[in-house]
């Protein structure tokens, strides 16, 4: 009986799963869903041939929205607002949409298909991301797993951008890799160069865009990104800057710096760093440097495992433990901000001490990479 019972639900799983493969080749082969005219904010239209998702159909006529997982339904940095033309919400949009959004009509554009007309809502600053072209000028090593990136701007050869925010790289087909993919690195460099960015690239196992940056990327080759992307940038106020980050966590922290310094910033910062190592840590000596040209500017680099022959007589530990020490004596907490630039796991781990003594969630801000 339980035999009989197994085989029939094991067919009829089949049967489910062939069908909807068959639905799937179906909508990609037989579908024509013809003209469909998109309209934005009740100004713009133009008109495409339905079939694509909402985030190319849009990056087909210049318009970028954030996407730094390249489309893959992870990131849900593609949010905006489709008020007609889209139906119910998908199973890879639920668990990135809170209730309220879902009741203010937002979606995720890479997952939603453009089969009919539609009127769409984004953001005014959308409209002022740009692709553009670029050289590599030059690739530096600044440890075994971190490269600089420098792009010099072909088309257009100016950028505008807010010290902390990133760009989208689009990565090229290499040895068996058939796809291009875009994804998003912080800009390192100051706002005020104009004419390059710096990108800081970690090489992730088996990531296809870092391979393709510290394996077969060249200098002189032609590269495109879309720029500028992102709200981890600096918000105006009195209260001291505590700053932490790790590995290519750096990037956004040179270019904000570097600002801060130009301004002649009279603002408390302190800036924790944690790596594993010594050949993990970099940009000490621009940091110290910084130091010297910020009146209130400290840099506390961390090692969580130092070598012997490291001969590192610094903060040791996670990057949590300095904090925390920095924290504990600190009698002005809720006057200051937070700026988090890292790996998701480190931080949570950074907000969950920062408010435990006393940080107020909405002054404190960040940019997880994973
Ligand atoms: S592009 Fe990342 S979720 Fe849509």
Redesign the pocket.
């Known amino acids: 009986m339980i035999f009989k019972i197994l085989i029939t639900t094991a067919a009829m799983a089949g049967i489910s799963g062939v069908l909807a493969l068959l639905l799937v080749l179906a909508e990609r082969f037989f579908a024509n869903y013809g003209e469909c005219k998109i309209t934005i904010n009740d100004e713009e239209e133009f008109t495409i041939e339905g079939g694509s998702s909402l985030?190319s159909s849009l990056n087909s006529q210049k318009i970028f929205?954030?996407?730094?997982?390249?489309?893959?339904?992870?990131?849900?940095?593609?949010?905006c607002k489709v008020h007609e033309g889209v139906g119910p919400i998908l199973p890879t949009e639920e668990p990135?949409l809170t209730e309220e959004e879902m009741a203010e009509n937002v979606r995720?554009?890479?997952?939603v298909k453009v089969k009919q007309d539609m009127r769409i809502e984004i953001p005014e600053e959308l409209f002022n991301i740009k692709e553009f072209e670029s050289e590599v000028d030059k690739i530096t090593d600044l440890t075994y797993d971190i490269k600089l990136v420098r792009l010099k701007l072909t088309e257009p050869k100016e950028i505008s951008f807010k010290p902390g925010q990133y760009a989208q790289l689009n990565s090229k087909p290499y040895n068996g890799v058939k796809e291009s993919v875009s994804r998003a690195y912080s800009i390192a460099s100051p706002h005020f160069e104009k004419d390059h960015i710096d990108l800081m690239v970690r090489l992730v196992p088996e990531g296809i865009c870092t391979t393709w940056v510290h394996d077969y990327l060249q200098e002189g080759e032609k590269v495109k990104f879309v720029a500028p992307m992102g709200d981890f940038y600096i918000r105006e106020d009195e209260g001291e800057m505590i700053m932490v980050a790790g590995g290519s966590g750096m990037a956004p922290f040179v270019s904000i710096l570097e600002d801060m310094a130009r301004k002649k910033s009279k603002r408390k910062m302190t800036y924790f760093f944690g790596a594993v190592t010594k050949k993990d840590l970099f940009y000490v000596e621009e940091m110290r440097s910084l130091e010297e040209r910020i009146e209130n500017f400290t840099f506390v680099p961390a090692l969580s495992g130092p070598e012997p022959d490291d001969d590192w007589d610094g903060e040791t530990g996670l990057i949590t433990v300095p904090l925390e020490k920095y924290l504990k004596s600190h009698d002005d907490l809720e006057k200051s901000q937070g700026y988090l630039c890292g790996s998701p796991g480190m931080i949570d781990a950074c907000i969950k001490i920062m408010k435990n003594y006393g940080m107020k969630s909405d002054r404190i801000f960040y940019d997880p990479f994973g």
């Open positions: 985030l929205l954030p996407s730094a997982c390249g489309g893959r339904g992870t990131c849900a940095y593609c949010k990135l995720l554009s890479c997952q």
